[in-house]
T-cell receptor, first 117, second 112 residues
C-alpha cells in the first residue's frame, strides 16, 4: 500500500536534548512538508522540500532542522533551541514540487506526538 | 500573509441533518483549496481538492464549493451520520513555493 509513515507515534524529550522525527513516503512524491499542530489551532508550516537536496524554511522554522537526502525521506530534528516543542507533528507530501505552483493534493502521515519531560 | 478562518469552531447536530461548514480566506490569489478530516490523535485525511479554476467538487455525501472573489469556501455534508464526527480543516494553496495555509478547523459532533 502506498502512503506516508511517521515514527515514532509518541516521543518524549528531556530538556536540552535533540530528537529526530522520521517521515517516509512511497508515493513517489516530489514535495514533502513538516507541520506543527497545537491544541485548537490550525497547522503551521515548519519546513518544506520541493526536491531532493533542497528545502525551505516555513513560518516557524526556528529551533528545527531538516534534511532531504532521499526522495522518500524527510526527517525533522527538534533541537534544544526550540523552547516549546510539545505538539503534534505532521508530515505531508504532494506529487509535484514545481516551483511557483501548489496545485497538487497533499497527503498526510499519522503524526508524532512529542512531549517535553 | 494569507489568513484562513473557519466558523464555527464547534458544531453539534442530530443525525440525518444536512449541514454546512464555512472557510474564509483573506487573499483571493489562491491556487487551490483542500478540505480535510481529522479524527482525534490522527493525521489528516483528504476529502476534496478544488482548483482555483473550479467552482465545486463532489464526493459521495460531500460537496465543496469555492468562491474566490468573496474569499469563501463551504463544505456541505448531506444526511450526516455519527461516523462523520471529526474535526474538519480547510487549507488554501498559494502560488509561491508550494505553501499551504490552514484554518483552525470546525469540530463536528453528530448525535445518534
Amino acid at each position: 500500500d502506498g502512503g506516508i509513515t511517521q515514527s515514532p507515534k509518541y516521543l518524549f524529550r528531556k530538556e536540552g536534548q535533540n530528537v529526530t522525527l522520521s517521515c517516509e513516503q512511497n508515493l513517489n512524491h516530489d514535495a514533502m512538508y513538516w507541520y506543527r499542530q497545537d491544541p485548537g489551532q490550525g497547522l503551521r508550516l515548519i519546513y518544506y522540500s520541493q526536491i531532493v537536496n533542497d528545502f525551505q524554511k516555513g513560518d516557524i522554522a526556528e529551533g528545527y532542522s531538516v534534511s532531504r537526502e532521499k526522495k522518500e525521506s524527510f526527517p525533522l530534528t527538534v533541537t534544544s533551541a526550540q523552547k516549546n516543542p510539545t505538539a503534534f507533528y505532521l508530515c505531508a507530501s504532494s506529487i509535484e514540487g514545481d516551483r511557483g505552483h501548489s496545485y497538487n493534493e497533499q497527503f498526510f502521515g499519522p503524526g508524532t506526538r512529542l512531549t517535553v519531560l | 500573509k494569507q489568513e484562513v478562518t473557519q466558523i464555527p469552531a464547534a458544531l453539534s447536530v442530530p443525525e440525518g441533518e444536512n449541514l454546512v461548514l464555512n472557510c474564509s480566506f483573506t487573499d483571493s490569489a489562491i491556487y487551490n483549496l483542500q478540505w480535510f478530516r481529522q479524527d482525534p490523535g490522527k493525521g489528516l485525511t483528504s476529502l476534496l481538492l478544488i482548483q482555483s479554476s473550479q467552482r465545486e467538487q463532489t464526493s459521495g455525501r460531500l460537496n465543496a464549493s469555492l468562491d474566490k472573489s468573496s474569499g469563501r469556501s463551504t463544505l456541505y455534508i448531506a444526511a450526516s451520520q455519527p461516523g462523520d464526527s471529526a474535526t474538519y480543516l480547510c487549507a488554501v494553496g498559494i502560488y509561491n513555493f508550494n505553501k499551504f495555509y490552514f484554518g483552525s478547523g470546525t469540530k463536528l459532533n453528530v448525535k445518534p
